[in-house]
């Protein structure tokens, strides 16, 4: 009878994983959708997000982080390209996100004009100031003002000459005070509710380059998203002694504007945050994962490799030291033990039309929510 029960316990177990697994790839499926045009700025992709996974939360029972609202909010300014996107270059036309992309605080211009070849990689057209670069992978970003140039940076494969004309028609709008906000959500804890484990990720990704061109952001970062969610419904449906927060931070990708807003307007005190754990690019880790701020936490970046050595999930975890480099940074600055992971390996797509859902493996993401599972145990033993 033992043995049984010992055998039903671990079907059960092994069950929910699936099960998170296949919820996992529904919200990547999801939240990388055109519908969401890459969660940015244009199309109200970003809000749609933030509708999507506040509904999410509300659906899983967890309670909002103060009052009776989820969503944290907050704006900032933005550069957007909402309209035409239309270059060509010696007579051919090129394709939006693939065969080019724009510098994100370019302004927008109709003109035709030579170039001028300034270094082996660039070429100016002077006179309505339009600088053209010639690249090896096309990295998208976001800005937060306007230049007064045109930046256009061509992927090198698409031309079979160099640049020597240049027509433009593109259009861009200032958006002074976008408004947006983090969704926060938490578990309240059996026995001790004023301590707090943290989980967070970024919903934010690139959004939309012209009215026909959306950046997907699988990996980054609706994988991480994924992941919260996964979280968020676990510890919905299994409280732990300590509460167990989520915040899933908007502006990101801007300069992680989110983040920053929530340490300067916390909703929680932040000297109850025992630790908080950061996620992003959560899609592969055939290679492993890298922590941030392992080096200033070693306490912290020792058990979580103790319980990954017993529970032989990953295969290998590597230590990074300070980084301003996602949403964890903050709160470091503010004296809160933040520890940010992300994995390794696998696909290459970044900050691209490429990082889509349908190549992304999330070759680990099992794993790793088991290692995140039972790390957080441990944690609300000490």
């Not at 994983?17 to 055109?34: E, I, P």
């Not at 160099?162 to 926060?184: H, R, V, W």
């Amino acid at each position: 009878m033992k043995i049984r029960l010992t055998l039903l316990l671990c079907f059960t177990a092994n069950l929910l994983f699936a099960q998170d697994s296949v919820f996992a790839r529904r919200m990547v499926d999801t939240l990388t959708s055109r519908y969401f045009w890459g969660r940015g700025y244009t199309n109200d992709g970003m809000s749609k997000a933030a509708r999507f996974i506040t509904g999410q939360f509300k659906s899983f029972g967890l309670q909002p982080m103060a009052g009776n609202n989820y969503v944290q909010a907050f704006d900032f300014a933005v550069n957007t390209f909402p309209g035409k996107m239309q270059v060509s270059i010696n007579g051919k036309t090129l394709v939006p996100g693939r065969d080019f992309i724009i510098g994100p605080e370019s302004r927008g211009i109709k003109a035709t004009g030579n170039l001028v070849q300034q270094d082996s990689i660039t070429y100016v057209n002077a006179e309505n100031r339009i600088i053209v670069v010639l690249k090896d992978k096309l990295t998208w970003s976001v800005a937060q003002q306007v230049a007064d140039y045109t930046l256009i940076e061509v992927d090198k494969k698409a031309l079979s000459q160099l640049p020597a004309s240049i027509i433009l028609d593109i259009e861009n709008k200032l958006n002074p005070n976008f408004k947006t906000g983090n969704i926060c959500a938490l578990v309240k804890g059996t026995v001790k509710p004023d301590s707090v484990i943290v989980f967070t990720g970024h919903y934010d990704h690139l959004g939309g380059m012209g009215s026909d061109t959306y950046f997907p952001g699988a990996n980054d970062n609706a994988s991480g998203m994924a992941m919260v969610l996964s979280l968020a419904k676990y510890y919905a449906a299994h409280p732990q002694p300590y509460t167990v927060a989520f915040i899933c931070f908007a502006g990101e990708e801007a300069g992680i504007l989110g983040s920053k807003y929530f340490t300067e307007h916390p909703l929680i005190p932040l000297s109850h945050i025992k630790l908080l754990i950061n996620m992003d690019i959560m899609g592969t880790g055939n290679e492993g994962i890298t922590v941030v701020n392992a080096t200033v936490y070693p306490k912290y970046f020792d058990l979580l490799k103790q319980v990954n050595a017993k529970g032989n999930h990953l295969v290998k975890i590597n230590p990074r030291g300070k980084a301003a480099n996602s949403d964890h940074y903050w709160f470091t600055e503010k004296g809160v033990p933040a520890i940010f992971m992300y994995t390794m390996g696998g696909i290459k797509a970044y900050h691209d039309v490429f990082d889509i859902s349908k190549t992304l493996p999330l070759t680990e993401f099992n794993d790793l929510f088991k290692l995140l599972v039972q790390f957080n145990t441990e944690l609300q033993k000490n």
